[in-house]
């Protein structure tokens, strides 16, 4: 409980923005390139390796003043299943949600075969999720699979 | 008419299949026809493949219609850098339909998005090759006379072996048993035997290719274990004769087995068995002419029989 209490006290409270927790720490700064955050000039609070119970060590994220379309918070899933998303408005959670993974995803993942047409072509990426949990992805078009956690980001 | 595409053969169901090698038998019948009469059919083989194309370019001649096309994307445009997805636009143009073989994976699910013209894969990169499942579908039916509760042994690269694979996926349907037989290095990949799991398909795996497998099973059908494969040349050079099927190896055999191969063949098959009544390996390529010609009215809406 203790533990717990520092983390909070770490990260200075919001007025408005998006606070995104759970973040398993491996893919913390995968999810700082989904959501564009190198290019951005709000106000943006980091933590990693925080304790967690569920995670044994997460990330979370705090950036000021912005709220992120449904897509994108959905991508984070394919890096962060167990990411959760606080949106605040004046000081207060107005919402709590989980990512969810999309069934498809287009031009969010890379193909991992050298040989694949979408690393070929000017083209657009696109998997399919056949395990959520995992989550596993498959390539729609050469059938590579690839997990989640070892899935590079475009 | 009804047309479409054939990029791989998880796309079919067990009725497609079906349909796809009763159409093959009636071709095998009636080999020359005028039911492409008046069609221009596409062979666009970025990567060379001389009995593939061969095959497909017959089928068309065969069943009436005229062939364009290349049989290396050195003389196309590709080598000039145009995308495929231009190629496949201008090729449209001209054709009623595109038989593609392309050096890239998903190069032809790829193409069907770009065009309305349908496309038949003709091999993408390790990926998929319908038609050769097809042949082999329709060489297995052929000898045995149905395709139901039959014993199936895979032998020697089950690991990269496109065939053997797309043949597992086409064979769920019909309630096989298999034998996987290969060296741990090549061994059928985890998610085909999950898949067995789950449609409860029996199988059974083994490192030695044993005169007990040869003679429990209906089908043999052997790959060829290539020596790039392996990371470890001592165990290449440990494993590569004990995949090799010779003619004593039959002796006890079922009568009806018969001796599949996709070719080209090098050693996994001794010349001595090429003799025996059971080598059914060069009439399997033959066939894959009436599967092709099956492919290719079934994928421009005609039907054979009217």
């Known amino acids: 409980m203790m533990s717990d209490k520092k983390t909070e006290l770490a990260v200075a409270a919001l007025a408005a923005g998006t606070v995104i927790d759970h973040i398993p720490s491996a893919a913390l700064f995968k999810v700082v390139h989904i959501l564009g955050i190198e290019h951005m000039s709000n106000g943006v609070t980091i933590g ?17 003043s912005v709220e992120f379309d449904r897509a994108t918070l959905d991508r984070i899933a394919v890096v962060a299943p167990t990411a959760t998303v606080n949106i605040i408005r004046n000081y207060q959670v107005a919402s709590k949600t989980k990512v969810e993974l999309p069934e498809t995803l287009i031009n969010t ?6 040989k694949c047409i979408t690393n070929n072509e000017p083209m657009k990426t696109r998997f399919d999720v056949i395990d959520a949990e995992g989550p596993v992805l498959i390539c729609h078009y050469c059938g590579r699979t690839v997990c989640g956690d070892k899935a590079r980001i475009i | 008419m009804d047309t479409h595409s054939l990029v791989a053969i998880d796309d079919l169901n067990r009725h497609e299949i079906l349909d796809l090698l009763d159409r093959a038998s009636y071709f095998e019948k009636n ?4 039911l492409l009469d008046g069609k221009v059919v596409a062979t666009l083989f970025f ?26 994307a050195s003389t196309s445009s590709t080598s000039k850098g145009e995308t495929l997805k231009d190629t496949i636009k201008m090729v ?26 349908p496309i038949v894969n003709a091999g993408d990169g390790a990926n998929q090759h319908p038609s050769q499942t097809l042949l082999d579908l329709y ?14 042994t895979m032998v020697g690269d089950l690991k990269y072996g496109r065939t053997v694979h797309s043949l597992v996926m086409a064979m769920r349907h019909f309630k096989p048993v298999f034998n996987f037989v290969s060296s741990r290095e090549l061994a059928m ?14 199988y059974h795996v083994y490192t030695d290719f044993s005169p007990e497998v040869i ?12 020596r790039e494969r392996f990371s470890d040349i001592m165990e290449y050079e440990r494993v590569k004769d004990l995949y090799t099927l010779r003619n004593d190896m039959l002796a006890d055999s079922k009568p009806t087995l018969r001796i599949l191969h996709p070719l080209p063949r090098v050693n996994e098959i001794n010349i001595d068995v090429d003799d025996n009544p059971k080598a059914y390996y060069f009439e399997q390529a033959h066939n894959g002419l009436f599967a092709r010609q099956a492919i290719i009215t079934a994928c421009l809406g005609i039907n054979p029989e009217k």
């Open chain 2, 139 to 152: 060489s297995i039916r052929k000898t045995q006379g149905r395709l139901e509760g039959l014993t199936i």
């Open chain 1, 48 to 64: 990693n390796n925080l304790p967690s119970r569920r995670l044994n060590r997460k990330g979370i994220i705090k950036i000021e």
């Open chain 2, 31 to 34: 080999p020359n026809s005028h």
């Open chain 2, 215 to 226: 003679n429990s099973s209906d089908i043999l059908y052997m790959t060829r274990v290539q």
């Open chain 1, 109 to 114: 993942v890379a193909c991992p075969n050298p």
């Open chain 2, 47 to 72: 990567e060379p493949s001389t009995r593939t194309r061969l095959s497909f370019e017959t089928a068309v001649n065969r069943l009436g219609g005229r062939v364009i096309g290349f049989s290396d």
């Open chain 2, 189 to 202: 990949p985890q998610e085909y035997l999950d898949l067995c799991d789950e449609l409860g398909i029996e």
């Open chain 2, 92 to 117: 449209s143009n001209y054709a009623d339909l595109i038989v593609m073989r392309h050096f890239l994976e998903g190069a032809a699910r790829y193409a069907t998005e770009v065009t309305q013209v």
